[in-house]
């Protein structure tokens, strides 16, 4: 078997002594793969064509690390919850390296499951089956989707049990990030590192992910900007599929602007703002609509860490850094509304302004709120009603008289940019372009993990997998993977951190 070669070049490594701990992985007693995204392999430019499962699966569980690999526990503290933890870290993940992508994209790869690290603290430094292939299904249905995340690579079962509430079976999961620099690490920094090191850490993040920002004026500044640039579009794009993270914690936002740490994470199927399904999330502090408001909150808390970066006097700083926070509702807002356009099937800004197709759009999902309808099927059933059959809409709404007067505002706000041609069939196509049909349904997504970690079946995750790597294709032979759960389901349904 020819040795697996990996073109790695591991700048964090190399460039960021005593930000992380070097630790092996632990080795595992049978591993079998389970999952293989062999188009990502590709993309990094891995060649994995002429490998065995055993091959793999001694690979990627961390029993034969490929040559060059250096792995290491990246430090990082957060915010949970609000609450400040000075020392969290990589405490069941490991940073194997780094990888040059076809594109020309440095992408990390990482082991999620592991085993023990020095920042363990109390936990096992291990991952179960069921929560690792979610996140091969959330974060595939994502990149599907046109959103940025991290993606898997690969998932190994260890063979070795893992003690949770009950015994699971323990897994290794294969993650690739544009990086894993969070907010979180530069709190750990400020907390305990110097002024230097936070400055070393921005240095590297600028020149890894924002290399412009180096040439404005006041470089750090410009680079808090670009982060919360990047997050205006991510978190617009979340609420427009109606995704909730569950979990947004300042140790699970990327500085790149990726989704990252798919734990409690879940699809919203019945519309509702207050929509929280996370079994830690009593308060609702992470719920639906509040993630605007989180990132905008996660921000300031990297800002904190930036100003002495940013101004040498401490009163100047925190006015500048209150700007570029200040400005987040406003970008957030671009960026929802633009997607709200395409979503609504407008292709220009109309000429009354952003306000009145905000209230268009906001009138829309209030009365998808009032009269509780499933968020995803009703705007895949608007591009129905655009291409003239507005039947399938109107099954959704069991009170017609809202979404008649509703129609009759959006039809005319369509003919408004259609003077004199008729683009019904251009809008419909362009609106199923933007508003998927299928979602990882819960129910769906319950039943492949159930059947993967209890019965050892992988094919209704890997049938599930198909379905959403084809978001907005409308199959019939697919018709299943876009049901709704039942309202039984839903009441009951909470998702749980991926430990
Ligand atoms: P998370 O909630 O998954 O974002 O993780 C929060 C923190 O807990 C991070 O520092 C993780 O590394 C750590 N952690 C989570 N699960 C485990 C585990 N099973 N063993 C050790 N550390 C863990
Ligand atoms: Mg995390």
């Not at 947004?248 to 989704?259: H, K, L, Q, V």
């Amino acid at each position: 078997m020819a040795h697996i070669v990996f073109p790695f070049d591991n700048s964090y490594a190399r460039d960021l002594p005593g930000f992380y701990a070097p630790c092996p992985p632990a080795t595992v007693d049978s591993p079998t793969l389970l999952f293989l995204n062999r188009s990502l392999a590709e993309e990094l430019g891995l060649d994995l064509a002429h490998q065995d499962d055993t091959a793999l699966a001694a690979l990627f569980s961390g029993n034969r690390l490929p040559q060059g690999a250096q792995p290491i526990a990246q430090a990082y503290a957060g915010h949970q919850f609000g609450q400040f933890s000075p020392q969290l870290g990589d405490g069941r993940a490991l940073l194997i390296g780094e990888v040059i992508d076809v594109h020309g994209q440095r992408r990390d790869i990482a082991f999620k499951g592991s085993g023990r690290t020095p920042f363990s603290r109390r936990g096992d430094g291990k991952a179960a089956v069921g929560p690792m292939l979610r996140e091969v299904l959330l974060g595939e249905a994502m990149h599907a989707l046109g959103i940025p995340t991290t993606r898997a690579l690969a998932v190994v079962a260890t063979g070795e049990p893992v003690y949770r509430e009950r015994v699971l079976p323990g897994a290794i999961l294969t993650r690739v990030a544009a990086s894993h620099l969070r907010v979180g690490t530069f709190q750990y920094f400020m907390a305990h590192g110097s002024p230097h090191q936070v400055r070393q850490l921005a240095d590297y993040a600028m020149a890894r992910h924002f290399p412009r920002t180096r040439q404005a004026e006041n470089p750090y500044l410009a680079f808090l900007g670009a982060v919360a640039e990047r997050q205006a579009a991510l978190i617009a794009l979340w609420m427009h599929v109606g995704f909730i993270h569950g979990v947004m914690n300042t140790d699970n936002m990327a500085i790149p602007g990726e989704t990252i740490d798919y734990g409690p994470c879940a699809f919203m199927e019945t519309f509702d703002p207050a929509a929280v399904f996370s079994s830690i999330d009593g308060q609702g502090r992470y719920a639906y609509a509040e993630q605007p408001r989180i990132a905008r909150w996660n921000l300031a808390r990297l800002a904190e860490c930036l100003l002495p970066l940013i101004d040498t006097g401490e009163g100047h700083a925190i006015t500048l850094a209150t700007e570029v926070i200040d400005a987040f509702p406003e970008r957030y807002r671009q960026h929802w509304l633009a997607g709200l356009r395409a979503k609504l099937g407008l292709a220009d800004t109309g000429s009354h302004g952003d306000g009145m197709d905000a209230a268009l759009g906001e009138g829309w999902l209030d009365l998808l709120h009032a009269q509780q309808v499933d968020y995803t099927l009703a705007w895949r059933h608007l591009a129905d009603a655009a291409a003239g059959d507005e039947t399938p809409l109107r099954a959704l709404f069991p009170g017609q008289p809202g979404l008649e007067r509703w129609l009759q505002r959006w039809r005319e706000r369509c003919a408004s940019e259609d003077v004199g041609n008729d683009r019904a069939a251009a809008r419909a196509q362009a609106m199923r372009q933007v508003n998927p049909w299928i979602i990882p349904r819960n129910q769906r997504v319950e039943e492949a993990l159930e059947a993967a970690s209890d019965h050892g079946d992988l094919k209704p995750f890997e049938s599930l997998l198909h379905a959403l790597r084809r978001p907005y294709d409308t199959d019939p032979a697919l018709a299943v993977y876009a049901q709704p759960a039942g309202t039984d389901f839903m009441a009951e349904f909470r998702t749980y951190c991926g430990t």
